[in-house]
């Protein structure tokens, strides 16, 4: 990342950090023999605020990176010359819309089916070399996921079209 990048990251995290904070307030912390609700969540957000802060030191203290202008093509030539190179990061960007996409298809195609995609396609992304164990895996959530919440606690997910 740049250093404009990292800034405007860590000031975004520091943001959410002291708003996490100040919700925290709402609940009591009573005494460290009986902590209260609110002891958990304000090391959490005390932890994000002082990694954020430490980001933005960071990004302030690291060189800067050369300012380079260009058109669209030279953007786009860059980011797959980007994506090609980091192939990890391009794994990242690939989960992260199938996760935004099962989000969505959960309320048409219902929560096991979606699920049961989901989790085959994530198990191919990661290099499972064959098709066995990520069906193998999916239904294996899926099963899971039945069984503590539907039967068990007793809630109901999403039902599409299929399931």
Not at 67 to 79: F, L
Not at 88 to 112: C, D, N, P, R
Request: proline share 6%; hydrophobic share 55%.
């Amino acid at each position: 990342m740049t250093p404009r990048k990292d800034i405007a990251s860590s000031l975004v995290l520091i943001l959410f950090s002291l708003t996490f904070l100040i919700y925290t307030t709402r609940y009591p912390l009573d005494d460290w023999e009986s902590p209260g609700p609110a002891v958990f969540p304000l090391i959490l957000g005390g932890v994000l605020l002082l990694l954020a802060a430490w980001q933005l030191i960071r990004a302030f203290l690291s060189p800067k990176a050369p300012n380079r202008r260009g058109g669209k093509e030279s953007k786009v030539k860059a980011v797959k010359a980007f994506l090609h190179d980091n192939q990890g990061e391009a794994k990242v960007l690939i989960l992260t819309s199938l996760l935004v996409l099962y989000i969505f298809m959960m309320q048409w195609i219902g929560f096991f089916v979606s699920t049961f995609l989901l989790v085959i396609l994530a198990s191919r992304l990661m290099e499972a070399k064959d098709w066995v164990r990520p069906v193998v895996l999916s239904v294996g959530v899926c099963l899971f996921c039945y069984f503590l919440f539907v039967v068990w606690i007793k809630l109901s997910f999403p039902k599409g079209i299929l399931f």
